[in-house]
């Protein structure tokens, strides 16, 4: 519970109306709510900037209150999840540009602005800024970078952090750190930039990143192949991966999946598949011209049939279609419990049909979706939400996907970060040794061990 003395300091840096009271609505709960997850936070902070993100975090670490950063809330991992109570510090007035340069590439912005508007800046200017995760219009950048998100398009381009090249944040015992910045070369000490990239919160509160760009594609082209089963789809996503052509985006959905979202898909399909995968190709018009037809060539052998949207608008309905997958899959049974392990890329045809394997123990409809490339899984089952034993069903049946992906020489996350839900498995391959090492890096930035507690790591 928070005192009336760290409530009065904090008032007094916040003004009573941007600090709110712990059952605010929405801020106990993130998007792994269909696990019936929700926090119990003491209050809720509404910081304007990283002057206030010092002082709160000052006053919270001499009162031993711990510390939820949280963006928009669109993770799925429970990492802005308030569970042991503490000050939710919600980053979603900190919008600001603080400087845009797109002759030299380039922009600082505070983490409360949201992705999509990164992308609309950029784009406007006719840069990219290539990080995709869905729900971009929910998602904050500062989230973003502080789970290291993927996307589709992170096969070619990279994670989120592969376009951070410098951070600023709030340390305890309220210090502000600015690592890196508009630098594109920087070797100089430890790569503490990169550190704080995918810490979930852990050791500090990202105030602003600074962000690469490049010059956008003249234009992109998806090819959709449609096969019989996984063995096939699986053989072709090989066959991309070894014709020496570098997709876009390298995607691919199984069959149960296919039969849950294929009938919105924006083109006819000749008939429900047994695989599908979705690749894209971009630069000039000539360079996606040639690779275009090799991208069909690697994919047309067992193919029942091959796809090639002809018009910029059937482009963005057939993505428009992908990003709404995980909605489709919902709607089948009115919940999912989804989690996103990635494996060696040569195993990924082995975990698409483990995790189906899975549902079926479990008397639940499975299926998988998501970046064949860079052989990550949306592993999936379908639920009625309402219904407990659903529930723990499904509980039970992801954390046998979390051990598939350690047997396959995995790892039981590839870009949704690690938060509550996966802490206890995380850690499943680590030695002694690597674990201390983990926990030095924690203490030594928290050694109080009040930014988000419990998250990440055991501590």
Not at 256 to 265: E, F, N, R
């Amino acid at each position: 519970m928070i005192s009336s003395e760290l409530r009065a300091e904090l008032e007094a840096v916040l003004g009573p109306d941007r600090l709110l009271d712990g059952d605010a609505p929405g801020y106990d709960r993130d998007a792994t709510e269909s696990r019936g997850l929700r926090g119990r936070p003491d209050a809720v902070a509404l910081p304007q900037g990283t002057d206030e993100v010092a002082a709160l975090v000052a006053a919270c670490c001499r009162h031993e209150m711990p510390m939820v950063p949280r963006g928009g809330g669109s993770g799925f991992a429970g990492g802005a999840v308030a569970v042991d109570g503490g000050v939710v510090v919600s980053l979603e007035r900190m919008r600001a540009v603080r400087s845009f340069d797109p002759l030299l590439w380039r922009m600082e912005v505070e983490a409360g602005l949201p992705t999509s508007e990164v992308h609309r800046l950029a784009a406007e200017s006719g840069l990219l800024f290539p990080p995709d995760p869905g729900a971009a219009e929910q998602s904050l950048i500062g989230g973003n970078v502080a789970t290291n998100a993927g996307g589709p398009h992170a096969f070619k381009y990279g994670t989120t952090g592969a376009w951070v090249t410098g951070v600023e944040a709030v340390v305890a015992p309220g210090h502000v750190v600015r690592f890196g910045g508009p630098l594109r070369k920087d070797v100089a000490g430890y790569d503490l930039t990169h550190l704080l990239v995918g810490s979930e919160g852990t050791l500090g509160i990202i105030t602003a990143v600074w962000l690469r760009l490049v010059p956008r594609p003249q234009t992109a082209v998806p090819v959709v192949a449609l096969y019989e089963d996984t063995a096939a789809g699986v053989a072709a996503v090989g066959r991309v991966r070894a014709s020496g052509i570098v997709p876009a985006a390298l995607e691919y959905l199984d069959g149960p999946a296919m039969a849950a979202v294929g009938a919105s898909m924006p083109v006819t399909l000749p008939e429900t598949p047994g695989f599908a995968v979705l690749a894209e190709v971009d630069g000039s018009a000539e360079e996606v011209a040639v690779a275009r037809d090799e991208l069909v060539e690697a994919l047309e052998p067992d193919a029942v049939a091959l796809l090639v949207p002809e018009t910029a608008a059937d482009v963005r309905a057939l993505w428009r279609w992908r990003g709404g997958v995980s909605i489709g899959v919902t709607a089948q049974r009115g919940g999912k419990l989804s989690e996103d392990i990635v494996v060696p890329v040569e195993r990924l045809g082995e975990a698409i049909e483990g995790i189906v394997a899975i549902g079926a123990r479990h008397g639940l409809p499975a299926c998988s979706w998501g970046h064949a490339g860079d052989g990550n899984l949306h592993a999936t089952f379908m639920i009625d939400a309402a219904d407990a034993v659903q529930r723990e069903r499904a509980h039970a049946a992801a954390a046998e996907v979390f051990a598939l992906a350690d047997d396959l020489g995995g790892s039981v996350s590839g870009e949704h970060g690690i938060g509550l839900v996966k802490r206890e498995a995380v850690g499943a391959r680590w030695s002694a040794e690597e674990h201390a090492l983990q926990r030095a890096v924690k203490r030594s930035f928290d050694p109080q061990n009040l930014m988000n507690p419990g998250k990440k790591i055991v501590a």
